[in-house]
């Protein structure tokens, strides 16, 4: 006992020697940790909220407790699976329609020859990323206007009728999926091109000599060569399923289309901060947080499970 | 790519010539798309009312005018929001930089103690959060409510970028650098600022990039947070007139027919929308090259 004390005496004396020889570090991460402590793990505190019958003259801690009357209140509203299938399906629909195409445009990418051309289809694919949300939102609206939208001309031409696009609840979600994929799928593509040029040059020179076309080059060797890349970013990807874009859904929104526009999210902020019901906005959030990490650690456990590639 | 450059000696097949041109005919198509809406929307914002409310616009400007831009330039609100927005976006990002930074330096070093604890304290704030509610109330707390430090400091720092140049220091800034410069008398600050920072411009210039774009484009924290319109950022104004369609012609111009009045309107979005995105999209070309690069290095798994 007495030979363990002492060692964990020399350890704690050697770890602050550690310590004291880089106290800049500590200095330097003290501004960053702080802010973290702020805005992070504090607000984190807040979710006891969710617990209790919060007011605002009693604060956090006088508020009396709940119990899961909010969560019980949610989970009986009506509105509660229309909320959670609008954000699984809005969700999967990106997942599903959008993962795919950055996949292919970057092996088509990699496969051109001509510095040139290939140099212009990725700053033009790539270029659409740095529109704002807001104006992103307006674009599609100016597009989809029932009047003086391209679209609607184009339809009017052909003697087609008019569509008010925006005001079809039954569009929203393509329209949202389709406009996302339009603005980020030259931007995704990026991380699979740089993961392609990283593959051994020695692999094609190979398969050329054995003559191997183009084609099964980029079923054995190209996709192979990316599946990591394509493993991480399906993680973070599904991560995320519960936190899609609540910026461009909430500029979409409009009273006609709310039956498939409104989402988990969007509705937190009317419910909470509109409506100041601190407690209940608090309880939805909380239950999304949880669907959020739990996914995120599943979807990353099968990864290391079966690819050997996972995020920690 | 060394296997691009083919020589002479290995023709390509007649199915891998048939392959290549369905790909260049795919990708063309690709870039069709993407770049239309973008042609349309410029010259629309060049056209005339009349062209653009009948239609007529389909790929060059019709009946040039800059009657959409004049407008533009008239309203205060819209210059406002870009003063506003080139301040947040200055001061926002540089206070983002020195943060991550911060963060960024010890957590790439060998000897820091504690670190795997440290990195988890900032990665699981990736994974949960306390959610909308518990946010507005910190910072309502903290007295920030419609003061400009509220679009500044509770965005002070994004974990992703962290680990970006965490990897990035990791990878480029050798142990035998640090070894020398304790040699040399250097402490752990002056090895900071006279040799880390000095050999990270790619890193710097890229999460810079990112932060900026951010920071011009976000409008969710001005929209809960800020009341008075003269604080507001360039994309709450835009969100106002473009989306919300607040904006009335008749405040810049006489009184003029109603048909010209929705006519102008909707001339005024197209401009807008070009005036919005300039500038953004004009710096991407520089730094193109440099974004690419650092994302690479930055999402290397380190």
């Not at chain 1, 979409?252 to 969007?266: A, F, H, K, R, Y």
Request: charged content about 15%; proline content about 4%.
């Amino acid at each position: 006992m007495h030979g363990t004390a002492a060692l964990t005496a020399s350890h704690r004396k050697k770890v602050w020697k550690k310590i004291k020889r880089h106290w800049q570090y500590y200095l330097l991460l003290l501004p960053p940790l702080l802010f973290l402590l702020i805005f992070h793990y504090i607000p984190m505190t807040g979710l006891v909220m969710a617990f209790k019958k919060f007011s605002i003259h009693k604060g956090i801690l006088g508020s009396p407790w709940a119990g899961l009357k909010y969560f019980r209140q949610f989970f009986s509203s009506p509105l509660c699976w229309i909320l959670i299938r609008n954000t699984i399906g809005i969700s999967l629909y990106t997942l599903i329609a959008g993962f795919p195409l950055p996949i292919l445009l970057a092996l088509g990418v990699n496969e051109l020859k001509g510095e040139k051309f290939k140099k212009s289809v990725q700053m033009i694919t790539y270029a659409p990323y740095f529109i704002s949300t807001v104006v992103m939102v307006s674009i599609v609206m100016q597009m989809l206007h029932p009047r003086t939208g391209l679209l609607n001309i184009m339809i009017t031409a052909l003697g087609g009728e008019a569509i008010n696009f925006m005001g079809e609840a039954s569009m929203f979600k393509s329209i949202y999926v389709w406009s996302g994929i339009w603005q980020y799928t030259g931007y995704s593509a990026i991380l699979y091109i740089a993961a392609l040029a990283g593959i051994d040059p020695t692999l094609y020179e190979a398969a050329k000599m054995d003559g191997v076309s183009r084609l099964k080059r980029i079923i054995y060797i190209d996709i192979p060569g990316i599946i990591p890349t394509i493993i991480i970013l399906l993680i973070l990807n599904v991560g995320n399923l519960m936190n899609i874009g609540f910026e461009k859904i909430f500029l979409m929104q409009n009273d006609l289309n709310l039956v498939s526009s409104e989402i988990i999210s969007t509705y937190i902020y009317k419910v909470g901060l509109r409506h100041a019901q601190f407690s209940f906005s608090t309880a939805i959030g909380f239950f999304n947080s949880i669907i959020n990490f739990t996914l995120l650690v599943t979807v990353n456990r099968l990864a290391r499970k079966y690819s050997e590639v996972s995020l920690w | 790519m060394p296997w691009n450059k083919q020589k002479n000696t290995i023709k390509e097949s007649k199915g891998d010539r048939i392959f290549l041109t369905a790909n260049i005919l795919f990708l063309s198509i690709v870039m069709l798309v993407v770049l239309y809406p973008l042609i349309f929307i410029v010259s629309s914002s060049f056209s005339s009312t009349a062209a653009v409310t009948s239609g007529k616009v389909w790929l060059f400007p019709v009946e040039p005018s800059l009657a959409g831009y004049k407008a533009i330039f008239r309203n205060n609100q819209i210059l406002y929001g870009y003063a506003n927005s080139i301040f947040y976006t200055v001061v926002g990002t540089a206070v983002n930089i020195i943060f991550t930074i911060m963060a960024a330096f010890p957590l790439s070093r060998k000897d820091l103690y504690g670190k795997n604890l440290i990195m988890f304290l900032f990665t699981f704030t990736m994974l949960f959060s306390g959610g909308l509610v518990p946010f507005y109330m910190v910072v309502s707390k903290l007295g920030m409510l419609d003061k400009r430090i509220v679009l500044i400091l509770p965005t002070a720092l994004a974990v992703f970028q962290v680990i970006i140049a965490r990897t990035f220091f990791q990878i480029s800034i050798p142990e035998e650098l640090a070894e020398a410069a304790e040699i040399d008398g250097c402490d752990d600050f002056g090895f900071l600022i006279k040799i880390v920072i000095p050999l990270s411009g790619p890193i710097i210039a890229v999460i810079g990039l990112m932060y900026a774009v951010n920071n011009w484009n976000t409008y969710f924290n001005a929209l809960i947070f800020l009341k008075s319109t003269k604080l507001f950022p360039l994309q709450m104004v835009l969100r106002n007139i473009l989306i919300q369609n607040s904006f009335d012609p008749n405040m810049v111009k006489d009184p003029v027919s109603m048909m010209e009045t929705q006519g102008l309107r909707d001339l005024l979005k197209y401009a807008l929308i070009v005036v919005a995105s300039v500038p953004v999209l004009s710096i991407y070309p520089f730094v193109q090259k440099f974004f690419v690069k650092g994302m690479l290095i930055g999402s290397i798994k380190g």
